[in-house]
């Protein structure tokens, strides 16, 4: 979902000043204002409601600043915080609207809400407790009492599809909705590696043991700050034994899934999610 081509995060241009206060002004500059963990929308509509910089400066000016998200061919890019439920359009859940969005618009609009999410829990430093101050177009917030920086940070998730011959290992959680079943995952650990991380929670969640762990491939998860990141492994036991965490875990067979998804007890994971992908890729190769 995280924007790629025609998209520049113009991390150099973060220390410019002049450069960014121009842009706040310009009339091709569009902001995405972001009010709790949610976007405004177009009313009906799944497409981000982009304001103009006019429009947009009265809440850069409550805020006192205004998140450089990048540059594109036709606009800078900014996101602004709303203190305030400001009467304004449509909020919606990106999680929501996400995949009916283009690829850059919902990229913008996580990076945006990430961006929030950061700004809204560092408004003190964590070493000394003083109210900090934004920097770098909203990329840092410094403390002017102990001097100590702040950076936005993401935490690391190991997500894996455990396979073992033709079946393939999946799970749920008692909160999730009736018959959704996903591949197991769970938070890296300060000193970890990722392979670690995926036999620990693998183990943890399943009681099966795992090798020959192998990337696949990686998502932003703005709900709130993660970065899940893929990996594919082999089983080296069988037996499943459940902890609290999970409600059921077991091996499917891609006829077992068929069958569920048939007869209505078995249900994919969100479209939107790299869990979805691990699966029907599983699904759609033979053998
Ligand atoms: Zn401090």
């Not at 069958?259 to 007890?265: M, W």
């Given at each position: 979902m995280m924007a790629a081509g025609g998209f520049d995060r113009a991390g150099e241009r973060r220390r410019d000043e002049a450069w960014v206060s121009a842009r706040l002004r310009d009339a091709h500059s569009r902001f995405a204002p972001v009010w709790e963990h949610r976007n405004l929308f177009v009313a009906g509509e799944s497409r981000a409601a982009w304001l103009p910089a006019?429009?947009?400066?009265?809440?850069?000016?409550?805020?006192?600043?205004?998140?450089?998200?990048?540059?594109?061919?036709?606009?800078?890019?900014?996101?602004?915080?709303?203190a305030e439920d400001p009467g304004i359009g449509e909020w919606g859940d990106l999680r929501q609207h996400g995949l009916l969005m283009t690829p850059l618009e919902a990229g913008l609009l996580a990076f945006a809400r990430g961006m929030n999410h950061?700004?809204?829990?560092?408004?003190?430093?964590?070493?000394?407790?003083?109210?900090?101050?934004?920097?770098?177009?909203?990329?840092l917030r410094a403390c002017p009492a102990c001097d100590a920086l702040h950076f936005p940070r993401t935490d690391p998730a190991v997500i894996m599809r455990v396979q073992h011959g033709e079946r393939c290992l999946l799970g749920r959680q008692a909160a999730w909705q009736p018959g959704v079943y996903s591949v197991l995952a769970g938070f890296v650990e300060p000193g970890e590696s990722l392979e670690d991380a995926v036999a620990r929670e693998v183990m943890e969640e399943s009681g099966v043991a795992v090798a020959n762990v192998r990337y696949h491939s990686s998502?932003?998860?703005?709900?709130?700050?993660?970065l899940m990141i893929g990996f594919t492994a082999e089983a080296i036991s069988e037996e499943i034994r459940?902890?609290?965490?999970?409600?059921?875990?077991?091996?499917?067979?891609?006829?077992?899934?068929?069958?569920?998804?048939?007869?209505?007890?078995?249900?994919?994971?969100?479209?939107?999610?790299?869990?979805?992908?691990?699966?029907?890729?599983?699904?759609?190769?033979?053998?």
């Open positions: 006019e429009e947009a400066a009265p809440l850069v000016k409550a805020a006192g600043y205004a998140v450089l998200l990048g540059v594109s061919d036709e606009a800078t890019w900014f996101s602004v915080p709303v950061w700004h809204a829990r560092h408004g003190f430093c964590g070493v000394c407790g003083a109210a900090t101050e934004v920097r770098e177009a909203g990329h998502q932003p998860w703005p709900f709130p700050a993660s459940l902890e609290d965490e999970m409600e059921e875990v077991r091996w499917f067979t891609r006829d077992e899934v068929h069958q569920g998804v048939a007869d209505g007890t078995f249900r994919f994971p969100s479209t939107f999610s790299i869990s979805h992908r691990l699966l029907t890729d599983w699904l759609d190769a033979r053998g």
